[in-house]
């Protein structure tokens, strides 16, 4: 499990990585095309758009991966030491169950898309595309999650460089 966990953290940084590229080189290049040439390259910015969703929701993955997601730690301070790491365990698996129930609500989202045949005014590309990574996202954190709290120790604990 181990092993799976990393091969997914390190998967969804570099999509993630090349999605944060890519939008970057469509934006300076619509941007240059502006300026220089007074010509404009209108798929660019929406392409941007979507590649900026892909690397969002990617990246929010990545973190809960991390261990640095945003979480209600006031919670687990009111507990005794001695049950703390059951809490965790609690906490995780809900969250597990609310990203699982996440991830079936954007199924559904995107499968309707892909069949009512939707594409984007401007790109002509299918809008499942973009929205794909919805499902995605969601489906990498229940799995995170859901051996975070069955194998605790495989948990990471954050570091200080992490969280800045």
């Known amino acids: 499990m181990k ?7 390190k998967t969804e940084r570099w999509i993630a990585a090349t999605a944060f590229g890519l939008m970057t080189f469509l934006v300076l290049a619509d941007i240059l095309l502006r ?3 007074k010509h404009s390259f209108p798929v660019g910015p929406k392409v941007a758009i979507d590649l900026m969703i892909w690397g969002g929701f ?4 990545i973190t809960s991966g ?3 997601h945003l979480k209600a730690e006031v919670a687990s301070k009111i507990w005794p030491k001695k049950v703390k790491p059951l809490v965790d365990q609690v906490s995780e698996a809900l969250t597990a169950l609310f990203c699982a129930g996440m991830a079936w609500l954007a199924f559904q989202y995107v499968s309707q ?4 045949g939707e594409v984007g005014v401007v790109t002509r590309i299918p809008v499942w595309i973009s929205q794909a990574v919805l499902p995605w996202a969601f489906v990498s954190m229940t799995v995170r999650h ?3 709290a069955i194998v605790p120790s495989l948990k990471p604990t954050p570091s200080l460089e992490d969280i800045k």
């Open 35 to 37: 300026e220089a040439f």
């Open 146 to 148: 859901l051996i975070f």
């Open 66 to 68: 991390k261990g640095t």
């Open 58 to 61: 990617l990246g929010a993955a």
């Open 3 to 9: 092993l799976a966990l990393h091969l997914l953290q």
């Open 113 to 116: 898309s892909f069949e009512m």
